[in-house]
């Protein structure tokens, strides 16, 4: 469609016309960002049960480790007073 298309149209259309045009045409645009917004709002709450998923194991591995690392420690204390008596 040229511009003189266009412009023919819309004064056919009259004020009225163009006023219920223009509505339609921002009615259009908002249902597709409410489409935008719900498919974004369901991906963020899918990513929010991985990532709460992740922490929990990340919180698992952290304590798993704080108890190796305690044992190591007592295992090394232990080593040191064996090896302070066997010098006595």
Do not use: F, P
């Amino acid at each position: 469609m040229t511009e003189t298309d266009i412009a023919s149209a819309l004064a056919q259309l009259g004020a009225a016309g163009l006023i219920g045009w223009m509505w339609l045409t921002e009615r259009r645009g908002a249902a597709v960002r409410e489409k935008q917004l719900a498919e974004t709002h369901e991906r963020i709450m899918q990513e929010r049960t991985a990532v709460t998923a992740l922490l929990a194991v990340v919180s698992d591995n952290t304590r798993a480790l704080a108890s190796l690392e305690a044992g190591q420690r007592t295992i090394a204390a232990v080593l040191d007073r064996a090896a302070a008596v066997t010098k006595d």
